[in-house]
Nanobody, 121 residues
Framework: QVQLVESGGRLVPPGDSLRLSCVVS????????MAWYRKSPGNERELVAS???????GYSDSVKGRFTISRDNAGNTVNLQMNSLTPEDTAVYYC???????????????WGQGTQVTVAS
């Protein structure tokens, strides 16, 4: 089993910065991809940022230039640095990983429980 524990979400004023972290633990052979999604009331879940095992990052147009996804040297923590936050960034942010399990099997997806980010005066 694989566990994802997110942290860092809180209430911040517009223009502020926030850093989300997600620690991945459990038994698996490797992490293929990591990503952050978000969902706000009335909206579909949105892919915010992604990071491949080779280090290629991708961002949605709404956060490009403001958010940065990164992975720690040990490889099991994915971070999302969010700058110049606006009220439109208010959402529950979810960590996602695609891993290769131990043994001969296909890749699997796992999600964190979500962390609330609220941007308001």
């Amino acid at each position: 089993q694989v566990q994802l524990v997110e942290s860092g979400g809180r209430l911040v004023p517009p223009g502020d910065s926030l850093r989300l972290s997600c620690v991945v633990s459990g038994n698996f052979a490797s992490i293929n991809a990591m990503a952050w999604y978000r969902k706000s009331p009335g909206n579909e879940r949105e892919l915010v940022a992604s990071l491949t095992s080779r280090g290629t990052a991708g961002y949605s147009d709404s956060v490009k230039g403001r958010f940065t996804i990164s992975r720690d040297n040990a490889g099991n923590t994915v971070n999302l640095q969010m700058n110049s936050l606006t009220p439109e960034d208010t959402a529950v942010y979810y960590c996602y990983v695609n891993v290769m399990p131990l043994g001969p099997t296909t890749t699997r997806n796992y999600w964190g429980q979500g962390t609330q980010v609220t941007v308001a005066s």
